[in-house]
């Protein structure tokens, strides 16, 4: 079998060459400073190279919370969770630092690297005990790893590989990118990123696609040698309406036999209102016959409805009822029914290419079944923490972000 540290290791240096060797023929970039390129003398820059972004981009950000859990939990667990998994103590959830080029019609070579590191980069990205990938404990500290390339076929058809963006789920890992500070539950048991290769082809302005192939669900697992499978098709019916549906089929037990595949499917409705209100529901329903004892079909499902208001200035709040149904316990590990609701309030001050965004949250998260719950205070034995039905969180949480043009 061919390890995937070894096929990253591939990936890095395609994306370093592919990316700084000028294509052939290609002349250097022009070394004028901005003072000498004033429109309308010679040798300056055309007025379309003046109009057009510039294909570099760089940035990072830094993610620092507090999650007071009114129960006060002794091992300082999110029961359950990969993200904002720490309560009761100040932590680095994530930081990251990335550079990317866009692949257009003028330079059809692209490339993404990234790297991560705080609480929430160690644990995403891995199945409930399920073996991981070798190198697993390095490799979770890239944020993204891949190349692209604009082939000029009709309308533009879009190749990338290696490490990128999952096509399942609206929410991103990184908290600076979502609605709400910390993740929703089918976030959490869906893959933020995926690992292998995928087409985008834009049919018009209503119709768009999406073809992948990536190792498994979860990138950082590895139940097989055998790759999986998925579809997207994305509709706007009007400029303010986004629909969404993701297919994904693949293999990720030991047994590769096709009737223990996996069928998965992740439906997104967006709805923006107008320039400060946006309204989303996404439905998330999966299922698999496991290779064990008596083949039992496993079920797992569940909703989530972020919706956001840009107040005014500065201001936004966000709301997001969930509800996550684990019968079998097959992804958090204890058969549960869980409904949650989360409550945001932003405050974000620009400065030219940065932000610093400032969030307090309330969640609350209820869980029933005969393995749900969340931990508490007091051990029922020695290093054995006590669980309860709910939970009550107070967040607080600093963001700061420097972003390229």
Known sequence: MVQLSWWMARVLMVAMWATTVPALG???????????????????????????????????????GYSLDFN???????????????????????????????????????????????????????????????????????????????APIGNGLTFQAGLFNSFIGY???????????????????????????????QFNERWSGVFFIINEYFHLQNSNSLPSYGVQVAYKPSSAWTLKETIYYGPDQSNTSLEFWRLFSDSIAEWKVNDDVTLVGEYQVGTQEMAIPGNPRFFYMGAAFPMR????????????????????????????????????????????????????????????????????????APGVNGLTAAQHMLIFALIWTLDSP
């Open 171 to 201: 929410e991103s890992l990184y908290s600076k990118d979502n609605f709400n500070y910390t993740r929703s539950w089918i976030a959490d048991y869906s893959p933020y990123l995926m690992f292998g290769a995928n087409a985008q082809y």
């Open 72 to 150: 006060f939990p002794q091992n300082h667990l999110f029961r359950n969770r990969s993200t904002t998994p720490r309560v009761n103590e100040l932590d680095l959830n994530m930081a990251g630092i990335y550079v990317k080029k866009d692949a257009t019609e003028q330079s059809r070579w692209g490339m993404e690297l990234m790297g991560q590191a705080g609480q929430d980069a160690r644990n995403f990205g891995f199945g409930t005990n399920l073996p991981h990938v070798d190198g697993s404990d390095v490799l979770h500290d890239f944020g993204r790893a891949n190349v692209s390339y604009l």
């Open 26 to 64: 290609e002349q250097p970039a022009d070394t004028v400073g901005p003072e000498e390129h004033r429109k309308g003398e010679i040798g300056g820059p055309t007025p379309e190279a003046q109009r057009r972004p510039p294909d570099w981009h760089y940035g990072g950000f830094v993610d620092l």
């Open 309 to 380: 208001w840009h107040i005014s200035g500065p201001w936004s709040v966000a709301l997001r009822p969930e509800v996550y149904w684990d019968p079998n316990g097959f992804h958090t590990g204890a058969q549960q029914l869980v409904r949650a609701v989360t409550t945001t309030a932003e405050y974000k001050l620009p400065y030219r290419w940065t932000n610093m965004i400032t969030r307090l949250e309330y969640r609350y998260d209820e869980s029933t079944g005969p393995g749900g719950g969340f931990f508490k205070s007091g051990e029922i």
